[in-house]
């Protein structure tokens, strides 16, 4: 099945330090979004990529959040010097232009010690 | 500031009842809305969606009504089943948008 797939599962780490979250979207699907789920909370939005337009960032909290997408497809989202609260569950979607139904990842927990 | 609001963070139900999960939503211009299914550990799945020229929406035993002067809408699962023991988030979109406005979702147990 070509699901959504996201790296690592699970991440720990100590606050200061940087992670990377990587997202492999649907073959063939051109939009991708970065959502962020803290304990208690609803699908926070990050970032939407389209295509090759520029990316809508407006959910990213801080400039400690970054995200890129490589060649239209594999995404990355970046949180530099970890904080406790960036501790959540990060998931990515895709979807085709054509629909409106976003695909998610099984998502990344991560946990700023 | 929550343009779309899942009031019940948890609801429980009797197996074979019906579920009735709710949504309100205070952006006027929304006009497609979804439900998705999240199990632990998992994504969330697309379960059925509605756009604003419909009041209701059909498919096997989910239903999702809207009320669009009322800004709700509400997902009905009939009979429910305890594999639909989940949590339910209902998103808001405008049709020609990309973005996606979430609720906070709502726990449905259904006991057997």
Redesign the interface.
């Known amino acids: 099945g070509a699901g ?1 797939s ?1 790296s690592p599962s699970n991440k720990v780490t100590e606050k200061g330090k940087d992670v990377e979250l990587r997202c492999d979207p649907i073959s063939g699907h051109t ?1 991708l ?1 970065w ?1 962020r789920q803290s304990l ?6 990050l970032i ?1 990529f ?1 295509g090759n337009s520029a990316p ?1 960032k ?1 959910g990213l909290p801080s400039d400690r959040f970054s995200a890129e997408r490589t060649g239209g497809s594999v995404s990355t989202l970046t949180i530099q010097r970890t904080q406790q609260e960036d501790s959540a569950v990060y ?1 990515c ?1 895709s979807r085709s232009t054509r629909f ?8 990344t927990r991560l946990l700023v010690l | 500031d929550q343009q779309v609001k899942q009031n019940s963070p948890s609801l429980s139900v009797q197996e074979g009842r019906i579920s009735i999960l709710n949504c309100d939503y205070t952006n006027s211009m929304f006009d497609y809305f979804l439900w998705y299914k999240k199990y632990p550990a998992e994504g969330p799945t697309f379960l059925i969606s509605i756009s604003s020229i419909k009041d209701k929406n059909e498919d096997g035993r989910f239903t999702v009504f809207l009320n669009k002067s009322a800004k709700h809408l509400s997902l009905h699962i009939v009979p429910s089943q305890p594999g639909d023991s989940a949590v339910y988030f209902c998103a808001a979109s405008l049709f020609t948008g990309n973005q996606f406005y979430f609720g906070t979702g709502t726990s449905l147990t259904v006991i057997p």
């Open positions: 959504v996201q939009a979004y959502y208690g909370q609803g699908l926070e939005f939407y389209q809508d407006s998931l979607a409106k139904t976003q695909y998610f990842g099984p998502g």
